[in-house]
Antibody
């Protein structure tokens, strides 16, 4: 069974940093790209970024709203994806979901974690 | 960036109704269109990918169609567990973008 479990969320002050982790199980982690998607309270879904599998270069892309502040990485030996969030703003407050990309580097999200809440507030 | 516009933003329907949700892309996205269902307090769930392909385990009352810029998600006979918010998402190009959502409520 595919499982994605996020951790690392919480309350953080504006301008500070936070790192989210996504621990995967039930599939060969290194074969899949991974994405982060967020949802502000009462709002819709917003793609944050993804990291391709090594077979597709391991390259990374970001939404414009987070580019230069957030970075995504992965440790295939541990089956973990990371979202490093720096210079946090109040508008980054959201539930952050870790997702698995479709097979063969397709850019849809076939499995989702339960989400972790990040609250940016002074 | 490709803008995704869903309509309606909300609808009220009864159990057994046929429901159709529309998603329009700001430019052609071929068939790179996906649909998700989200229930309150839960993570979204993939229903349909590549416009009309079923994700494993999705009931056959759900169907997707369309290509280019115009797409539809149809529920042939609405069931109590289908009351949720539905999102479309384009996977044609980065940045990946979602529609604003359609909330399906009980009439």
């Amino acid at each position: 069974e595919v499982q994605l479990v996020e951790s690392g969320g919480g309350l953080v002050q504006p301008g500070r940093s936070l790192r989210l982790s996504c621990t995967a199980s039930g599939f060969t982690f290194g074969d899949y790209g991974m994405s982060w998607v967020r949802q502000a309270p009462g709002k819709g879904l917003e793609w944050v970024g993804f990291i391709r599998s090594e077979a597709y270069g391991g390259t990374i892309e970001y939404a414009a709203s987070v580019k230069g502040r957030f970075s995504i990485s992965r440790d295939d030996s541990k089956s973990i994806a990371y979202l490093q969030m720096n210079s946090l703003k109040t508008e980054d407050t959201a539930v952050y979901y870790c997702t698995r990309n479709g097979p063969y580097s397709r850019y849809y999200f076939d499995y989702w974690g339960q989400g972790t809440l990040v609250t940016v507030s002074s | 960036d490709i803008q995704m516009t869903q309509s309606p933003s909300s609808l009220s329907a009864s159990v057994g109704d046929r429901v159709t949700i529309t998603c329009r892309a700001s430019q052609s996205i071929n068939r790179y269109l996906n649909w998700y269902q989200q229930k309150p307090g839960k993570a979204p769930k993939l229903l349909i990918y590549a416009a009309s392909s079923f994700q494993s385990g999705v009931p056959s009352r759900f169907s997707g169609s369309g290509s280019g810029t115009d797409f539809t998600l149809t529920v042939s006979s609405l069931q109590p567990e289908d009351f949720a918010t539905y999102y479309c998402q384009q996977s044609y190009s980065s940045p990946l973008t979602f529609g604003g959502g359609t909330k399906v409520e009980i009439k």
